[in-house]
């Protein structure tokens, strides 16, 4: 069974720092992109960052370049999400996800069941 999970979360006040780990089991994201995604109470989920295995490329949103840094190891199947300079609005649920097609980071494929990320002022 292809399953996602992720840790790491918690209680840290404005400015602090939390390293968010995804594991995969049942299959191997080599080939394919990963990425983490956030979902606020009320709001709608959105992009936070993406890997691409292939050539170690990614991407993060507006928000969070320049405080976020995504990583992976493909043969532990794990991925990270390194969060400095963490802010009141960065708190939601925290998902990673895959598509499972090369190239695609929306995460519908297959996404664990998150992870809660709560920071206070």
């Known amino acids: 069974e292809r399953q996602l999970v992720e840790s790491g979360g918690g209680l840290v006040q404005a400015g602090g720092s939390l390293r968010l780990s995804c594991a995969a089991s049942?299959?191997?994201?080599?080939?394919?992109?990963i990425g983490w995604f956030r979902q606020a109470p009320g709001k709608e989920r959105e992009g936070v960052s993406c890997?691409?295995?292939?050539?170690?490329?990614?991407w993060h949103a507006d928000s969070v370049k320049g405080r976020f840094t995504m990583s992976g190891d493909n043969a532990k199947k794990m991925a990270y999400l390194q969060m400095n300079s963490l802010e009141p609005e960065d708190t939601a649920v925290y998902y990673c996800g895959v598509d499972l097609i090369p190239g695609y980071c929306s995460g519908q494929n297959l996404r664990g069941q998150g992870t809660q990320v709560t920071v206070y002022s």
């Open positions: 049942g299959f191997t994201f080599d080939g394919y992109a």
């Open positions: 890997l691409d295995s292939r050539d170690g490329s990614t």
